[in-house]
């Protein structure tokens, strides 16, 4: 008679403290246990710098694969970094099967998940300036200028002026 192994393991959510998933995701991993920290490439400028780097998709969230009959779960909750386990007090809640690994393949080359760009506004919302020398000025979405740039058009001195700006410095009016 052949023994049939099952594989039990499932993906579950873990709630991790405020910016620490890469701490948590280390110490799991230490642990024994398979992680996986789904993140994305986050283009940030500050100080008239540019700057791009790894950001986490869920913020305050990773996952980590368990056999509830083997592996002794418990200690994921004192794990450094981490909050919780998604769950209640008997056990935790398993995260809808195909989800992570839908996002593990949609990773590229760097382990980075590509999120698809699509347009926040429609033409002619009512958009606000955040930042530079229009903050605050109210103006008109006019298209997008590139990938990461937006063009409005903009009330100066009585003339509407196209105005080209990062996307991120945009955001919808009220």
Known sequence: M???????????????????EPCARDQLGAQGFSVFLPQYLRKRTHARRVECK???LFPRYLFVEIDLAVQRWRSINGTLGVSRLIGNDDSPTPVASGVVEELMRRRDAAGLIEL???PRFVLGDKVRILGGAFASV????????????????????GRKVRVTLDAPDVEKAA
Request: aromatic letters at 8%; zero cysteines.
């Open 54 to 56: 790894p950001y986490p």
């Open 116 to 118: 698809a760009e699509g």
């Open 138 to 157: 109210l103006g008109l979405y006019e298209g997008l200028a590139d990938r990461d740039r937006v063009s409005i058009l903009v009330d100066l001195l």
């Open 2 to 20: 052949t023994a049939t192994i099952i594989d039990r393991r499932r993906w579950f959510a873990v709630h991790t403290r405020p910016q620490a």
